[in-house]
């Protein structure tokens, strides 16, 4: 859209969709999002979301794309290991 919205995840875990399992508090005050749901169909780090992150490294996509998992704006191996030690951990997140 032509408009954004300003969201303050420094107040808290509730902040983010999915509550508390869905984010991690990074330092006091500090909250983040848990990368690696690269598919977005479900909010499940998965070998499915793997496999978007090392489709579109392959391909040599830069930006946000659905496999920048750390958003970092590049598609790069540490986007495939940050989504498959999530998915190990089974650890979940979902932007809705």
Same mark, same amino acid.
């Given at each position: 859209?032509?408009?954004?919205?300003?969201?303050?995840?420094?107040?808290?875990?509730?902040?983010?969709?999915?509550?508390?399992?869905?984010?991690?508090?990074? /330092?006091? +005050?500090?909250?983040?999002?848990?990368?690696?749901? $690269?598919?977005?169909?479900?909010?499940?780090?998965?070998?499915?979301?793997? =496999?978007?992150?090392?489709?579109?490294?392959? =391909?040599?996509?830069?930006?946000?794309?659905? +496999? /920048?998992?750390?958003? /970092? +704006?590049?598609? $790069?191996?540490?986007?495939?290991?940050?989504?498959?030690?999530?998915?190990? =951990?089974?650890?979940?997140?979902?932007?809705?």
């Amino acid at each position: 859209s032509s408009s954004s919205r300003l969201y303050d995840f420094t107040t808290g875990s509730a902040q983010f969709y999915g509550g508390a399992d869905a984010a991690k508090e990074l /330092d006091s +005050g500090i909250w983040g999002m848990i990368g690696g749901n $690269a598919e977005n169909s479900d909010q499940d780090c998965a070998p499915s979301d793997l =496999a978007v992150i090392k489709t579109e490294f392959l =391909a040599g996509l830069s930006g946000y794309e659905n +496999g /920048d998992a750390n958003l /970092d +704006g590049d598609v $790069a191996p540490s986007d495939y290991a940050l989504g498959k030690l999530n998915f190990l =951990a089974g650890r979940s997140s979902q932007v809705p």
